[in-house]
């Protein structure tokens, strides 16, 4: 998977994903999912960083944001990683790492497949068979995006507006509510890779242009993605250099 450490890069929305270390439940009680979502509130306010969308599971967290700063958005995921196990081991007298290291990052293209992405996120306890529908998930974003929560919100609305391309609030939340409506109803549940394990998600264009980011192109692979309801390309790295990460023309900034 793609490390953030490596690959992020300034002016465009990632999809994270940070997991529990050996993939244990370390966070299967409330109140552990209740800190790390009050310290990733603590870290918005501090770093400034636009939150999309987020779920806490009970052994990983997805969150998608958008990078104005790379150093911004590293700041807001050690904190909120960081203080959550403190607390944790505190409490219950652990030992040793609460997370894998590093995080991992994907980058998605604005407009529909970031909305695409955004469902994926949500649905994710649907799809871990652990609840029938995201609004009964209080920890992810399903309730800030389809209106029901106005108070103590992370996402930041008006700048996911603006990387959707969509005027008002409200059309933003219908299109969210028939898009997660439809996945239900068609039964789209599967887990689908390119979300965590691709660099980046998009159209054709648009991962290609994003290769150009990367001084060692000759290890990217741009590839189609054939089961999705729209046009969807990945930008991986290639088989032959799995183990090489490239080199960002920004590295020094992320």
Not at 20 to 48: M, P, Q, S, T, V
Not at 202 to 218: H, I, L, M, P, W
Request: include cysteine; hydrophobic fraction near 35%.
């Amino acid at each position: 998977m793609p490390r953030a450490s490596d690959y992020l890069i300034e002016g465009y929305t990632y999809h994270l994903t940070h997991r529990c270390h050996n993939r244990k439940f370390l966070l299967r009680f409330a109140r552990d999912r209740d800190a790390y979502r009050e310290w990733l509130r603590e870290g918005i306010r501090r770093h400034r960083v636009p939150v999309y969308g987020y779920c806490l599971t009970s052994n990983h967290v997805h969150l998608v944001v958008h990078a104005d700063r790379a150093e911004a958005v590293s700041g807001l995921m050690h904190l909120a990683a960081g203080a959550t196990a403190k607390q944790y081991n505190l409490r219950k007298g652990h030992l040793g790492s609460l997370w894998e290291h590093p995080y991992q990052c994907t980058l998605i293209e604005d407009g529909q497949h970031l909305l695409n992405c955004l469902c994926y996120v949500d649905l994710n306890m649907v799809r871990a068979g652990v609840v029938p529908h995201p609004r009964e998930w209080r920890w992810c974003g399903y309730d800030e995006l389809s209106g029901s929560r106005q108070r103590y919100r992370l996402i930041n609305e008006d700048r996911l507006l603006e990387s959707m391309g969509i005027g008002t609030r409200q059309k933003l939340r219908d299109l969210y509510i028939e898009a997660i409506e439809r996945r239900l109803a068609e039964g789209r549940l599967a887990r689908e890779p390119l979300w965590t394990e691709s660099l980046a998600v998009g159209s054709k264009s648009f991962t290609g242009d994003v290769s150009e980011k990367y001084t060692q192109r000759r290890t990217l692979d741009v590839e189609e993605v054939s089961d999705l309801a729209i046009k969807t390309w990945t930008l991986k790295e290639s088989h032959e250099a799995y183990n090489a990460f490239p080199a960002l023309e920004n590295s020094a900034k992320a």
